[in-house]
């Protein structure tokens, strides 16, 4: 079962983690959280309705992989737009991401929060034993499987992979390339997402 998740009984899933395996996957979900920010409420903390009726921002993401992780909903890079079309369609994506990024923002936040939280279990109740099998419900792996894509979209906008092509030089990166550690880790969490997902199918 090493770093493979296979189904248990009765549903959900499980994978064998060592302690680097543990310790590598916070730190990627920890710097995720960084990266998404706060919610409208964590900074209104006084305010039990702020989160309720606050809009979201209609202008896409600066950051490059924030851009892949809220990407516009009206825009097709593979389908050129006259300019009409193009003015329109960033109006539809701007007023779509008014009304729906905080919100996804917050689901991505839950999702990297449920994996730290579920790893430091783990790391808690296998203290010194080098390692432990992270055993996940059903929800609990829907949302590691969403933390698990959002970490890979988040890699591979660093990383500049767009499609097949790009994930197939990857293999081919000299050892001393400054981008192997990165690559690596965008390898094994591809592995670890698909497993994940062919034991929720099963």
């Given amino acids: 079962m090493p770093g493979t998740f296979e189904p248990l009984p009765g549903g959900g899933a499980a994978v064998a983690l060592d302690d680097v395996e543990i310790s590598i996957i916070r730190s990627l979900a920890v710097q995720l959280l960084e990266l998404i920010g706060p919610g409208p409420a964590e ?3 006084d305010d039990p309705l702020a989160e309720l009726f606050a809009e979201g921002p209609s202008e896409p993401p600066a950051d490059p992989v924030l851009k892949r992780l809220f990407p516009d909903a009206y825009s097709d890079p593979e389908q050129p737009a006259t300019p009409r079309d193009a003015e329109e369609q960033r ?3 701007a007023e779509f991401r ?3 990024e905080n919100d996804l923002r917050a689901g991505k936040r839950d999702n990297a929060l449920a994996v730290i939280r579920s790893l430091d ?3 808690s109740a296998s203290a010194g034993e080098g390692g432990a099998v992270l055993k ?3 929800e609990e792996s829907q949302r590691w499987l969403g933390a698990l894509n959002d970490l890979r979209l988040a890699i591979g906008s660093r990383l500049e992979i767009t499609d ?3 994930t197939d030089l990857l293999y081919r990166l000299p ?3 400054p981008r ?4 690596m880790a965008y390898l094994w969490l591809g592995g670890l997402q698909e497993t994940l997902v062919g034991t929720l199918m099963a």
């Fill in 175 to 177: 050892d001393d390339d």
């Fill in 91 to 93: 109006a539809y994506s």
């Fill in 164 to 166: 097949d092509d790009d």
């Fill in 43 to 45: 900074d209104t903390p």
């Fill in 98 to 100: 008014r009304y729906t």
């Fill in 180 to 183: 192997k550690p990165m690559v």
């Fill in 136 to 138: 996940l419900s059903v």
């Fill in 121 to 123: 279990a783990l790391a």
